[in-house]
């Protein structure tokens, strides 16, 4: 199979979940996005020259210059797709406006809102890391019915180089696909590895990741459920980076991802950059993500300012569930 | 700086471990094995393409062509060092002899056993996995003083491409190394990242990685242990890969591994392909690894056997000994 093919193939597939309503997305945006990530990944695996040509320190500057590499690829890239008139990320919050005012059209624009090197404290170590991108149906991100994010990518750089790719249009909920691909080079070619991503219940091993974990000195109750997972042994898979983690239940088909919010350990997950693109992907392949501060579903709650944070709990749906009357029961 | 002049460099650095005594070690086997890693990165980044060379299934089969890739490319790049007169590895556990006898020199000769790919079950999410080898000094690795493995190498194949090596040669102890370098493609050529790699006490940031968690359930001195290093605010990291588990801690310059073993929870560590380089590693780096089943050092015993298993606490010094008077005390 030639990567030209398995490059038409994605296209198909995005495009059976959109119907025939948003065509810049599926053979514009989101390939651009895929390119962005190749290119991310190809920057981040020369990352040690990186760092020599930085500074003389040993690593704060190289990760720099590797956050400011991923924001300028995945920049131009979007720069290039006509269809995309808004652009804000992690590193820059504010919506910036990608295209001239003379693309008047309404539909088929995207705003598009990312984090572009997701797990800053691990890439020293060489653990995988990843980018988060969601895509917003319109003009901009903010004051919108959270359903307008109708798309959402998570870039996986590790061994491989692997994104996550959910899309779900309103009225087309039914249709809605969660699909994994291998990306090969920094074109974004890339190969379909699962073409439905889904979160089983009844899963054999059983994973949980609990982030946040200092946070379980303050409270009994998330404290009382570590413990609880350690004897009804579930397997721990944890390894800091938001991405690998949400990613590593994505895969093997079973997990649940903690992050609580305490008085001392406050929320630091970005709604904008984070938490919404993670919550579509997550519900798209059958889970659930909440808020753990009052059990609301994160994808309930219009964006009202790109700097608003919260905590997550999200994967299995039967453990999601568990957790919330843990928390809050 | 030109890869050409890292590659001298990194030789001149572990000849300051060896003195003159080792040349073939320093100027021939270490390259090898790096190349090796490169060889195995390389194969890695498109094992997409190898899952469906290999079959319709899932990860089963892919997991299985990428270990054997790994183990040829080791067992071939060993082969063309006339240094290395025996091999052995996780994958075919029995001593091969890897020359002609008609090498009958006695110095200058080694035996390498080695863990080609680890970490089967964290590739299909695409976390970092890892190879670990180590190189004993003589014919053979079974029933020597364990102070004969001399060197010892993890490769971490993450976004990059790095390796710890360690060089320790009895006699020179106080001039032994622990290097981390980043390997950039496939011949091996590699930078020097850290030139002294070591585990320090008083980390502001300090880890732990709790491995065979489910012992917890059974062992309330383990539980205990877990529940403290959350009420101390410990930072949680485990990915469930020995090699980056234990290469955290080391670019870090904190943490502790721990993998207790329970009458429920077997040791499953092999002595010969993980936890003898391990133990090498983290001891060169000024850390501690032992047994936590009776608390002697791993590198204490003799090897009698390539099938041996144990547990394994090893990382920062201070909190070994933490970990042996809570466990053992």
């Known amino acids: 199979m030639s990567s030209q093919n398995s490059a038409d193939l994605l296209v198909e597939s995005l495009r059976r979940a959109t119907g025939e309503a948003n065509p810049s997305l599926t053979d514009s945006v989101i390939p651009s996005l895929l390119r962005g990530i190749g290119r991310t990944a190809a920057a981040l695996r020369t990352a040690h020259n990186v760092e020599k040509a930085g500074s003389e320190n040993v690593f704060g500057d ?3 210059n590797v956050d400011v590499l991923a924001e300028q690829f995945f920049r131009e890239e979007l720069g290039a797709c006509p269809a995309v008139v808004a ?6 919050p504010v919506e910036v406006s990608m295209q001239s005012d003379s693309i008047d059209q309404e539909a088929d624009v995207y705003a598009v809102a990312f984090d572009p090197l997701d797990g800053s ?7 995988s890391v990843g980018s988060i991108l969601g895509i917003w149906d319109g003009r901009s991100a903010l004051h919108q019915d959270p359903r307008k994010q109708i798309a959402a990518v998570l870039g996986v750089y590790g061994p491989r180089t ?3 790719i959910a899309v779900c249009v309103p009225g087309r909920e039914d249709a809605a696909v969660c699909i994994e691909v291998g990306i090969t080079d920094a074109t974004g070619s890339c190969d379909i590895i699962r073409s439905d991503v889904r979160l089983a219940e009844g899963s054999k091993t059983r994973y949980f990741a609990p982030a946040n974990l ?6 009994a109750r998330y404290m009382g459920l570590v413990t609880r997972y350690i004897a009804e042994r579930y397997t721990l898979r944890y390894s800091g980076g938001l991405v690998p983690d949400v990613v590593h239940a994505l895969v093997k ?3 649940v991802y903690l992050s609580p919010v305490t008085s001392g350990s406050k929320a630091k997950l970005r709604r904008a950059f984070e938490l919404l693109p993670v919550a579509l992907i997550v519900e ?3 889970g659930q993500a909440i808020d753990p501060a009052n059990g609301f579903r994160i994808l309930g709650t219009p964006l009202r300012d790109l700097n608003e944070t919260a905590g997550l709990v999200c994967g299995t749906s039967e453990e999601v569930e568990r ?3 843990a928390l809050l029961g």
Chains 1, 2 share one sequence.
Do not use: F
């Open 284 to 286: 798209c392949a059958g």
């Open 323 to 325: 957790v919330k009357a």
């Open 62 to 64: 190289a990760q720099l």
């Open 214 to 219: 200092r946070a379980a000195s303050e409270d």
């Open 121 to 127: 404290s691990i890439i020293g170590p060489n653990w």
């Open 253 to 255: 088909g079973h997990g």
């Open 162 to 164: 692997t994104a996550i």
């Open 87 to 92: 652009a804000s990320s992690e590193e820059d």
